[in-house]
């Protein structure tokens, strides 16, 4: 995650009408939300799921259905990770240090962005 995100960079999950926020630690590199760290996008969206709707959800792919703020715009962290895998071929050279540096990097003009949600194509 840390090609891809920046240090406190906030993340967003949804199940059903349920949403949760947590924040991308730099440091640890983890997702931290209600205290808690979780190492992957799949392991805070598969929480989530589980709080929310308790017995409904057997896995999740967080990297589909969480999303992260870049300026204004929510954008899947799939979407971020495919953009900066088109171009380069070494992710750690990627690493970010501030949201202005991830804005600048990916240069993406507010409107080529638009939601997406996982549940459009269910």
């Known amino acids: 995650m840390a090609s891809y995100l920046t240090d406190g960079i906030k993340i967003r999950h949804k199940s059903g009408t349920s949403i949760v926020y947590g924040v991308y630690c730099g440091e640890s590199k983890t997702i ?3 205290g808690v760290s979780y190492p992957t996008p799949s392991s805070f969206a ?3 799921h589980n709080r929310a709707r308790p017995g409904r959800r057997v896995s999740a792919d967080g ?3 969480c999303k992260c703020e870049i300026g204004e715009r929510w954008v ?3 979407y971020l990770r495919k953009f900066v895998n088109t171009i380069t071929s070494d992710d750690s050279d990627t690493e970010m240090t ?5 804005l ?5 003009p507010a409107t080529t962005i638009r939601e ?3 549940g459009d194509f269910l």
């Open 32 to 34: 931290i939300g209600d």
């Open 46 to 48: 598969m929480a989530h």
């Open 63 to 65: 990297w589909l259905e």
């Open 76 to 78: 899947t962290l799939d």
């Open 98 to 102: 501030t949201e202005e540096d991830l």
């Open 104 to 108: 600048s990097f990916y240069q993406i």
């Open 116 to 118: 997406v949600h996982i």
